[in-house]
Structure formats: C-alpha cells, structure tokens
C-alpha cells in the first residue's frame, strides 16, 4: 500500500504557485490533478484552437478571430486538459507508483481516491460540455468525436513508441475546432493546420519525454525519446520543418498573406533554436524547451491576427 503524503508536497508540481498559496488545503489535491500550477499544458492545448480560429478570420476578411470563440476555446482548454490529466492518473496509477517523478501524485500518494478522481474528472468534462454547445451543431459533434482519440491516449505508451502521435491527435483537435465553429464545416486549410499542429506536439512532446526516458525504460514505457535517443535533434529538426511546412500550406490554402508568413517565420525561428539548444541528458533543459512552446504558438497567432487586421482595411 502506497503511504500516503502531506498534501501539496508533489516532486514534479512548480514550487510556490498560486495554487499552493491561495487554494484551501483539502482542495489542492484536486488543483494538482487539474495541474493547476502547470498552466503549459492547457496553453500547448489552447493554440490550435486560436490559430484556427484566428486563419478562419484571415480567411473570411474578418478583421479578428471571434472574441466568444477564444473566450470558450481558452476555458475548455482548462478545463479539458483538468479533465484529461486526471483521466491519465486514473489510468496510470500503477505506473506512477514505480516512478520517481510522479509516485508523490495525488492518486498513487493516497491525497485522492480514484472514486473521488473520477468525479472530479466528471465535474470538469460536464464544465467542457457546456462550452462546447455554445458551438454550432457541426461543432458540437466534432468536439464529441475527439473523445476517442483522447480515451485511447493514455494506453499508447504501452504498446507503441508513438504515444505522442496520439497525443498529437488529441491536442491537435482544436486545429479543427476553431475553422468548425466558424463556418460549420472543415475545408483544406483546417485539415493542414491540424497536421502541422499534430507534428508540433510529436515534436515537443518527445522533448518532454526525455525527462523520464530512463525511468520509462526501467518500468516498460514506451516513447519517441527511447526511440530516437541519441538521433533526437535530426528527429527534431524533421518533425519541426514539416510541421512549419504544413502550417505555411495552410495559410497559403486559406489565402494569408505576408504577416502570417512573418509570424510562422518567427515560430519557425524559435523552433531552430529549440532543436540547436536541445540537450536529451539535461531534465532541466528539456523542461525550458518544452515549456518555451508557449511563446512559439503566441508568434503564430500574433501573425495570423495581424494578417486578418490587415485583409479587413
């Protein structure tokens, strides 16, 4: 039996966030399950949603992406990704256990029961449901179809060296969503964002997977890390150049000009550098890697917005 620990004393959750400082005690549990206190995550999730939305702008002469789209593509956000990362601790709690990173989790720390997980994961996707049918019918149903991608997720680890290719096709999905909500239907250039955005996530997540990569091996966990090992940065630079290819196929496709291209340029000059400071032996560099993917998906955005400005004059 798993002893359990003080609350909030969880190795891999960010010291000092205001999750620790301002949520109840008995309630932080449930915020480190959400990973509260890693808002990279819902951030990684958020930006398909908002460049589609933002090339359905460029593409319609709108002068901005819909303000109630990105509104309720970034408290989904939130709330699915809450949603997912406690799905993934119910289903990888025995892996968990035998991992020194994440045996001090709530679930396999004791903090949390897996009955009490699941209603919490239940609280959180019924909060995503209401703002999914703030959506169009076409929309709502996509939305709905994404949950199998995301129900076979957590399994992928176990039976291929790809799980981040079906992480890719789950965080990617909002690439679909945004072009969805606002012409109810999908068209080639929602189809190319999705793409590059699936290999976007193949490529920072393998990043993110070197953290663990010995332990991962010790306990039978699969990932592109062990599979690329030391050939990682060529993998890196492959996936990263045909992920900004096949965003620069979407922009042409949906008619973005030159600032588009401009901000996608930025993004791709960002990615370079990941891939030039990448080092697979440092935690602590993959982790400001990993994380720096933030600021990469607010270059694409800020040029997509800008472009849309642009066609509106």
Known sequence: MTTPI?????????????????IPAGFRPYARLARLERPIGWWLLLW???WSAALAAVAAHQPYPNPWHLLLFLI?????????CTYNDIVDRDI??????????PIPSGQVSVARA????????????????????FAILLGIASLGVVAVYPFMKRVTHWPQFTLGLAFSWGALMGWAGAFGRLD????????????????????????????DAVVGVRSTALLFGPRTRPMLALF???AVAALAAAVLSAGGGV??????????????????????????????????????GWLFFLGLCADAALHHL
Request: aromatic content about 10%; glycine content about 10%; charged content about 20%.
């Open 76 to 84: 989904g956000a939130v709330v699915m990704r809450g949603a997912g």
């Open 118 to 137: 699941r209603l919490f994961m239940v609280g959180l996707a019924l909060v995503g449901f209401l703002v999914l049918i703030q959506f169009n019918g």
């Open 259 to 296: 600032l588009s291209m401009a901000g996608l340029g930025l993004m791709a000059a960002h990615l370079a550098w990941q891939v030039r400071r990448i080092d697979v032996d440092d935690p602590d560099v993959c982790l400001m890697l990993f994380r720096s993917n933030r600021d990469a």
């Open 188 to 215: 080639p250039p929602a189809l190319l964002l999705y793409a590059g955005a699936i290999l976007w996530t193949i490529g920072y997540d393998t990043i993110y997977a070197h953290q663990d990569k010995e332990d």
């Open 6 to 22: 003080p609350t909030g004393t969880v190795a891999d959750a960010v010291r000092g966030h205001w999750a620790d400082r301002f």
């Open 240 to 242: 990263y150049g045909a």
């Open 96 to 105: 968990d256990e035998k991992v020194a990173r994440t045996r001090s989790r």
């Open 48 to 50: 398909p949603c908002w």
